[in-house]
C-alpha cells in the first residue's frame, strides 16, 4: 500500500519569497512516481510536477522545484518567488510506475494538501 | 483542445434516491480516473478505465456504486440510494496512456453532490 503524508495544514508566505511544502511518503514498491498538484478555490486540480524513483536530479518546473530524498522518503515542493496567485491547496500524490525509469500508470494516492496563503 | 468535462456541476438529491454523474474526457485520452473528495481531504481514488475495461476499483466503491465506460469515451457514475456520507465532490480524470516519462492526469472541474 502507499501512503502520503503532509504535516502542515497551512503555510503562509510573503509574495516574492520561496516556500517549501513537506511531503513524506510510504511504499514497499522500488518503482514509483512522486506528483505535486495545485488546487485553487475553484476546485480544479492542476499538475506541477513530476519525479520519478529512479530519476537522479530532482525536477524543476519554472518557479517550481522537487527535493527528493530517496532515503528519508521524502518529496518536498519548493515554490520559488511567490506570487498572489500561488494562494490555493497543494497535494503531493503518488503513483506506482512501469519498471525502472519507467512510465507512471494507475492511480493517484493524495496526501491531506497543504493550503497555501501567499501575502502581498 | 477541450479539457476533461463533468455534469452536472453541482447535484442536490434527497437520501434514497440515485443519481448518475457523466464524465467527457479529453479526447484520444484512453484512460480514465474517478476519485472522490471530502471537504478538506485529498481526493481518493474509486476506479478507473482503460477504454472500455474497468482495472480497478476501490475498496471504498461500495455495490451502490457503479461506473461505466461504454465505449472508451465517456464514463458514467451512478451512486444507488444515496446516503449523506456520498455527499461530497466526484473527480473525473483522464489520461492519454502514453509511453515515456509520465503518463499525467488532466482533472476535470467535478460535481458536487449534497444530499439531504
Known amino acids: 500500500a502507499q501512503k502520503i503524508t503532509q504535516t502542515q495544514p497551512g503555510m503562509f508566505v510573503q509574495e516574492k519569497e520561496a516556500v517549501t511544502l513537506d511531503c513524506t511518503y510510504d511504499?514497499?514498491?522500488?518503482?514509483?512516481?512522486l506528483f505535486w498538484y495545485k488546487q485553487p478555490s475553484s476546485g480544479e486540480m492542476i499538475f506541477l510536477i513530476y519525479?520519478?524513483?529512479?530519476?537522479?536530479q530532482n525536477a524543476t518546473e519554472g518557479r517550481y522545484s522537487l527535493n527528493f530524498q530517496k532515503a528519508r522518503k521524502s518529496a518536498n515542493l519548493v515554490i520559488s518567488a511567490s506570487q498572489l496567485g500561488d494562494s490555493a491547496m497543494y497535494f503531493c500524490?503518488?503513483?506506482?510506475?512501469?519498471?525502472?525509469?519507467?512510465?507512471?500508470?494507475?492511480?493517484?494516492?493524495f496526501g491531506q494538501g497543504t493550503i497555501l496563503t501567499v501575502h502581498p | 483542445d477541450t479539457g476533461v468535462s463533468q455534469d452536472p456541476r453541482h447535484k442536490i438529491t434527497k437520501r434514497g434516491q440515485n443519481v448518475t454523474f457523466r464524465c467527457d474526457p479529453i479526447?484520444?485520452?484512453?484512460?480514465l480516473y474517478w476519485y472522490r473528495q471530502t471537504l478538506g481531504q485529498g481526493p481518493e481514488f474509486l476506479t478507473y478505465?482503460?477504454?472500455?475495461?474497468?482495472?480497478?476499483k476501490s475498496r471504498l466503491l461500495s455495490d451502490r456504486f457503479s461506473a461505466e465506460r461504454p465505449k472508451g469515451s465517456f464514463s458514467t457514475l451512478e451512486i444507488q440510494r444515496t446516503e449523506q456520507g456520498d455527499s461530497a465532490m466526484y473527480l473525473c480524470?483522464?489520461?492519454?496512456?502514453?509511453?515515456?516519462?509520465?503518463?499525467?492526469?488532466?482533472f476535470g472541474p467535478g460535481t458536487r453532490l449534497t444530499v439531504t
Open positions: 480524470a483522464s489520461s492519454p496512456g502514453r509511453s515515456g516519462r509520465t503518463d499525467e492526469q488532466y
Open positions: 511504499t514497499s514498491d522500488p518503482s514509483y512516481g
Open positions: 519525479q520519478g524513483s529512479y530519476d537522479q
Open positions: 500524490a503518488m503513483s506506482l510506475v512501469l519498471g525502472a525509469g519507467g512510465t507512471s500508470y494507475g492511480k493517484l494516492t
Open positions: 479526447s484520444e485520452h484512453n484512460r
Open positions: 478505465f482503460q477504454n472500455e475495461a474497468q482495472l480497478e
